[in-house]
């Protein structure tokens, strides 16, 4: 089935910019979506088809999806973007939603 | 605002049912543009889909679970159901029931844009 690699961990400073990469062969023929989740929490929709913020998402997050890897933005981190984030494909060979392993953000 | 909650039993023993609900309110389940799903999530792991239904009763499971898992509406209580059989420690997890949005389509099932809070689910014995 379709695999969706993300790394573990990105670290970034307050104010800077946080990229966050999914890969997957050819993911740039496929609807990539990103999710947020917080300690304890559910996760929370930040970006759909690539790079549609849903209603209530700030500006600061943006989304790409080109070739075999797609890329969640986060400009101008906050110590409240500190989160796990995962990219979701709809596999569409093994009728699966495919989810990436997830990736730690942390506000230094 | 669409919440969603669901609930059921914590604990279950090695080898029985996993059964769970998921009430929706503040929007109808019969509405013909969502689908709605399960999502789990093992202690310290990452998300793994297992099946979503639309208010008519069709379903679509995750392959590897297929086998296992029964899926179930009730529109007039605006709920969905979810079965597990034969559970196994493995299926310890947080279960997340929510919307999903987007397209449906061959090569396109959207997102999933409402959860529930989650509800953790222990197999032991």
């Known amino acids: 089935s379709y695999v969706l690699t993300q790394p573990p961990s990105v670290s970034v400073a307050p104010g800077q910019t946080a990229r966050i990469a999914c890969g997957g062969n050819n993911i740039g023929r496929k609807s990539v979506h990103w999710y947020q989740q917080k300690t304890g929490q559910a996760p929370v929709l930040v970006i759909d088809?690539?790079?549609v913020r849903p209603s209530g998402i700030p500006e600061r997050f943006s989304g790409s999806n080109s070739g075999n890897t797609a890329t969640l933005i986060i400009s101008r981190v906050e110590a409240g973007d500190e989160a796990d984030y995962y990219c979701?494909?709809?596999?569409?060979?093994?009728?699966?939603?495919?989810f990436g392993g997830g990736t730690k953000v942390t506000v230094l | 605002q669409l919440q969603l909650q669901e609930s059921g039993p914590g604990l279950v023993k090695p080898s029985e049912t996993l059964s769970l609900t998921c009430t929706v309110s503040g929007g109808s389940i019969s509405s013909s543009s969502y689908y709605w799903g399960w999502i789990r999530q093992a202690p310290g792991k990452g998300l793994e889909w297992i099946g979503s239904?639309?208010?008519?009763?069709?379903?679509y499971y995750n392959p590897s679970l297929k086998s296992r898992v029964t899926m179930s509406v009730d529109t007039s209580k605006n709920q969905f159901s979810l079965r597990l059989s034969s559970v196994t420690a493995t299926d310890t997890a947080i279960y997340y029931c929510?919307?999903?949005?987007?397209?449906?389509?061959?090569?396109?099932?959207?997102?999933?844009?409402?959860w529930g809070q989650g509800t953790l689910v222990t197999v032991s014995s």
């Open positions: 979701q494909v709809w596999d569409s060979s093994s009728d699966l939603y495919v």
């Open positions: 088809y690539d790079s």
């Open positions: 929510a919307r999903r949005g987007g397209y449906s389509g061959h090569d396109d099932r959207g997102y999933f844009d409402y």
């Open positions: 239904i639309f208010y008519s009763g069709y379903t």
